[in-house]
């Protein structure tokens, strides 16, 4: 078009230059006066602003061209297939209906595999002579839990595994596991955790004890490890006995109200602080700090020393600390102090569950991040989503507030988080269990 329109220029002052050199007045004089010589430059400049967007566009599509916008990625059980890893399939009974039926062909055989369709696909995948497959599962007895279908349930071969606290010796040998290193001076205290731990359950079972919404707690191997995974932490700021009374209190009486607390509080004391002198007296001192920080890395918070965070820190002075509020910042502080732990607030509305969390971020320098759940709430807002590049035009994944938060060490907050549904649920397992990963399916990355 932009060749057509100069070749009709050229053509036109062609014809007007001859019929001047041969004394003619200019056919079609009166349409060139009324179309002005500005407009001929502005139609001009216009075609050569086009030109240049024509370019630009050529240039933004042969990029796009070299590189796919879109492609297949393989996930972690096509991996394990090809190259004969091992892969566990843990909590299966919670994987959709779909799921369940892709992976039934490799239950087939020792040599089954399956097919990749959706990359177009119509050959099954090799499969390695070393590839196994497990897959793990609580009882469909417990809350929120369903059970394999039939079809797929007979083509394992299945393994029931009992809670390793039945048996005693066991039991001494886990706790020894987390802690001997701190007992080699007070070997006393593993048989003083295990019987603590035994009573503890005992009360839970004959339903003696309730949780703050009046439900029997659920304490097992994984709140006693948390507890002595607290205890290996500070046992060298705060000693052996006094971590074990901080780390029994976190992990067996927080959740619990009142009454049930005042229960299971002196059972501690009986064991957990067995031998020791003026338990008053420790209990009420305070730690030094930990080794390697000084006083301005770190802020007070009753009897526990928090890490600061990189932000100035904050006076928050419309913030009412009352008696029950410093109670519970300071049991947020024991929690929050191994900066291991993941942390669930329950309680009625206007409690001040998410003003605490808030208080304590600025009062240490962090930054506070807040998701707030509901039955809509999308995957996408916590992981992220794929965007348009405006420069580029192409597709780039756009973090969202949860691995922002995680890769920048903000203190994030998941507001009414048993509104969510269950596929943002199932998608923080693996975060807030031991391991601390995140998946970020679209891009694979851990």
């Known amino acids: 078009a932009k060749t057509k329109f100069d070749a009709s220029k050229e053509k036109a002052s062609a014809q007007v230059a001859k019929e001047l050199d041969a004394g003619d007045s200019p056919r079609k004089r009166r349409k060139v006066e009324e179309a002005p010589q500005s407009a001929i430059i ?5 075609w050569k602003a086009f ?3 024509v370019a630009t566009f050529e240039a933004q599509h042969i990029l796009a061209k070299s590189k796919f916008v879109f492609t297949f990625v393989e996930g972690p059980l096509i991996k394990a297939l090809r190259q004969g890893h091992w892969v566990l399939l843990d909590e299966i009974n919670l994987a959709s209906s779909e799921t369940l039926e892709a992976i039934t062909p490799l239950l087939q055989s020792p040599t089954s595999s399956i097919t990749l369709t959706e990359q177009g696909s119509l ?16 009882p469909a007895t417990d809350i929120g839990k369903k059970d394999l279908p039939p079809n797929l349930r007979s083509r394992f071969t299945e393994l029931w595994v009992p809670p390793p606290d039945d048996d005693k010796e066991a039991l001494l040998a886990i706790v020894k596991q987390y ?14 955790v295990a019987e603590f731990y035994t009573e503890v359950r005992r009360l839970t079972e004959s339903r003696a004890i309730a949780d703050g919404s009046n439900k029997r707690p659920h304490f097992s191997m994984r709140t006693l490890a948390r507890a002595l ?3 290996a932490d500070v046992t060298p700021v705060f000693g052996l006995r006094r971590a074990l009374w901080e780390g029994c209190l976190m992990a067996f009486t927080m959740t619990l109200d009142a009454k049930s607390a005042d229960i299971v509080k002196p059972l501690a004391e009986r064991w957990i602080l067995r031998g020791v002198k003026n338990v008053s007296s420790v209990l009420s001192s305070i730690p030094m700090l930990p080794k390697g920080l000084s006083r301005d890395d770190v802020v007070q918070v009753g009897p526990f020393w928090l890490q600061r965070g990189p932000l100035p820190l904050q006076n928050v002075e419309d913030y009412i600390l009352t008696p029950s509020v410093q109670r519970k910042l300071i049991d947020l502080s024991r929690i929050i102090l191994t900066r291991r732990f993941p942390v669930l607030i329950e309680g009625p ?13 600025r009062r240490t320098g962090h930054r506070f991040v807040r998701i707030n759940n509901h039955e809509h709430t999308d995957i996408q807002e916590y ?11 192409k597709l780039v994944f756009h973090d969202g507030l949860l691995v922002r938060a995680l890769r920048e060490g903000h203190w994030i907050v998941l507001d009414e988080l048993n509104l969510a549904p269950t596929d943002v649920l199932e998608s923080l397992n693996r975060l807030l269990d031991d391991n601390r990963e995140l998946v970020i399916p679209e891009t694979q990355e851990i």
């Open 349 to 361: 509305t206007s409690a001040g569950k998410t003003s605490a969390i808030e208080y304590l971020a």
């Open 123 to 138: 050959t099954p995948i090799p499969r390695h002579a070393s590839f196994r497959i497990f897959a793990s599962m609580n």
């Open 51 to 53: 030109e240049q967007d």
């Open 383 to 393: 992981l992220g989503t794929y965007v348009s590049d405006p420069d580029s035009g």
């Open 42 to 46: 502005a139609s001009e400049e216009d």
């Open 229 to 231: 995974t607290f205890t």
């Open 179 to 192: 802690i001997g290193h701190c007992t080699l001076a007070d070997p006393a205290a593993i048989m003083d």
